[in-house]
């Protein structure tokens, strides 16, 4: 998982985030890419609220793969978010979202932000990774469990 690996760290990952709903979590997640990149929080939450409008980023099966294009942004951001309690994103088979990873490119975005989207997509699309995902206790195990190659 070359690209992803490149974007996700351990500060990149939290655990048991608590929302209410699609809109607070792109809040949340808009303030900790603030506190990265020095663009406005509100502005990225706002960014990933444009796109969400344009139809649902819930993959189905609990995991959804918000994104948008960030004005100001010089490279790709990628951050895994657990949540404590499964929120409606409106997905294809209705199952409320815990695990989704918010993907941020930069405004004049290339292939690459679709190759990411691809990785992630099939990253999570492996249930026994997803199980991994949702028990997992530390963030660095976490972080191996999300960049490992897909066997």
């Known amino acids: 998982m070359s690209g992803l690996s490149e974007l996700l760290g351990v500060k990149t990952i939290f655990l048991d ?4 709903d699609v809109e607070e979590l792109f809040t949340i997640a808009g303030q900790h890419f603030a506190e990265i990149t020095n663009i406005p929080a509100k502005d990225i939450s706002q960014c990933l609220s444009d796109r969400e409008k344009l139809g649902s980023t819930g993959l189905g099966v609990g995991v959804a793969i918000p994104h948008g294009r960030v004005k100001g942004l010089k490279t790709p951001l990628a951050g895994f978010y657990r949540l404590s309690q499964p929120i409606d994103f409106k997905a294809p088979d209705s199952e409320k979202v815990d695990i989704a990873i918010i993907l941020l490119v930069p405004e004049q975005a290339t292939q ?7 990785e992630i997509a099939q990253l999570l699309s492996d249930g026994s990774r997803r199980d991994t995902l949702r028990q997992e206790t530390s963030t660095e195990a976490l972080l191996a469990t999300l960049t490992q190659q897909a066997a």
């Open 112 to 118: 690459k932000h679709l190759d990411l989207l691809s």
């Open 17 to 20: 985030i608590s929302t209410k």
